[in-house]
């Protein structure tokens, strides 16, 4: 054991004291090989991001033929074939009518770049004081100014933050999914009914509202059903707010379907991915609006055009890698891999009971064990790593979001050793 570098700030981390004894070596397909001489199997695939495993040959390939070319050309003034193609590609693939995308260099940033859309396309169509944002609680859609200001105000890791982020409205989703999946605390009526009011009192002034579809991730893992999402859709309609689809979790299949979108059957105006879409090689995200957004941005006046320009956006490495790991995505049936892994998923984890556990559920690559107290997920890493296994819990859910090429040996490993942590007392 080591401590850790006093260079190094390591995210999420009180620093004083700190003890790193995890240095990777190598990776390699699920398995993270440590300087130590230990294994682990990665159960989280780096926070979700290396959905096809480590050190995949075809990506490695693919990012070796575009550096032979170059590494880098800025966007501004100049383009690329890498770039052209990645986003025709994920216009082909988007819901219909989301037809224009916008890349960026992290999943934060490519909400930032949502956000200024949403505001900017209200001042462009000359409408007054939509410049405020509807969201929901225990939302999280990164760690950048503006989005923190999204995420709950009340919890989570951006408190410290209170009084120096805009304000912004909230409202509660729906608690569960049913099916198994999660019990219903709070119904979808209940929900849109909340929604609706929110809308109807603060619409004149709300750009967008923006939410996790389906799956709130590191606001604690809550699901919700399709149905929600659907009526959200129908009621930014008809009080004039769009609507924006925070994917950079959910997107390509974690929740079941390549978007999370799909199931409720609708189209955001604006749509946002990342993490899965580079499968974890290169930092990229990529903000996708549709049509009518667009044109807003259109004419001879250049203060309509949209002033944002990461310097690394579109990248072409980045672009190449992320084209690879969409041919290898429908090559290889990564959604039936899906539905394997979550029915492996629910058969170990939603059987689960004891008096620290408040609830399991599952949905599609996504295995959570919430508890009702965090201090009874103290040690849990450290037990994992004991027995081979890499997981790292947040707030009070012990999670798993594994690749998808994980075998369904390491899957029922990874499940037994959470398994196992509550049944040792």
């Known amino acids: ?38 294994v682990l199997i990665d159960a989280i695939a780096s926070w979700w991001c290396v959905i096809h495993g480590y050190n995949h040959p075809e990506l490695n390939a693919a990012l070796r033929a575009q550096l032979e070319n170059f590494a880098h050309v800025m966007l501004g003034g100049l383009t690329h074939q890498a770039a052209q193609r990645l986003a025709d590609r994920l216009v082909a693939l988007a819901p219909p009518g989301l037809a224009h995308v916008f890349f960026a260099d992290s999943g934060s940033v490519g909400m930032e770049v949502a956000m200024k859309m949403a505001v900017q396309y209200w001042k462009n169509l ?11 609680r225990h939302g999280y859609h990164g760690d950048t100014t503006g989005v923190m200001s999204l995420g709950d105000p009340d919890e989570g890791m951006h408190h410290p933050f209170a009084g120096y982020l805009p304000r912004q409205h909230f409202v509660a989703p729906p608690e569960g999914m049913g099916d198994g999946r999660g019990e219903i605390r709070r119904s979808v009526d209940e929900a849109v009914s909340l929604l609706a009011t929110a809308l109807r009192e603060h619409g004149h002034e709300i750009a967008a509202f923006a939410c996790e579809p389906l799956m709130q991730a590191a606001g604690g893992f809550h699901f919700y059903p399709p149905a929600y999402l659907a009526e959200a859709r129908r009621l930014c309609d008809e009080r004039d707010v769009l609507l924006i689809c925070d994917e950079v979790a959910t997107g390509f299949g974690r ?16 749509m946002v991915l990342g993490k899965g879409l580079s499968a974890g090689y290169l930092g990229m995200s990529a903000t996708l609006a549709t049509e009518r957004v667009f044109a807003a941005f259109l004419g001879e006046d250049r203060d309509k ?5 990461p310097t690394f956006m579109g990248n072409a490495l980045a672009c190449s890698v ?18 394997r892994i979550e029915a492996i998923l629910r058969e170990e ?8 556990i408040r609830e399991p559920r599952v949905l599609g690559a996504c295995g959570v064990v919430e508890v009702h107290d965090r201090r009874d997920l103290q040690g849990v890493q450290e037990f994992a790593s004991a027995r081979g296994v890499w997981l790292r819990p947040f707030d009070r859910v012990v999670y798993t979001m594994p690749a998808y090429v994980m075998d369904a040996a390491d899957l029922r490993r990874v499940c037994q050793t959470i398994r196992d942590w509550f049944d040792r007392s």
Not at 322 to 339: N, Y
């Open 1 to 38: 054991m080591t401590r850790a570098s006093q260079a190094l700030w390591f995210p999420y981390a009180q620093m004083q004291g700190l003890e790193v004894q995890n240095e990777v070596a190598r990776a390699e397909g699920t398995r993270l090989f440590l300087r130590d001489g230990r």
């Open 126 to 136: 000359g409408v007054a004081g939509k410049h405020a944002f509807l969201s929901l």
């Open 255 to 270: 929740t079941g379907t390549l978007f999370a979108c799909e199931p409720a059957g609708i189209t955001p105006d604006i």
């Open 305 to 309: 055009a949209f002033m944002h320009g």
């Open 322 to 339: 992320a084209l690879a790991s969409i041919d290898v995505f429908e090559r290889d049936g990564c959604l039936a891999k899906i539905r």
């Open 349 to 356: 984890l939603l059987g689960l009971r004891g008096p620290k």
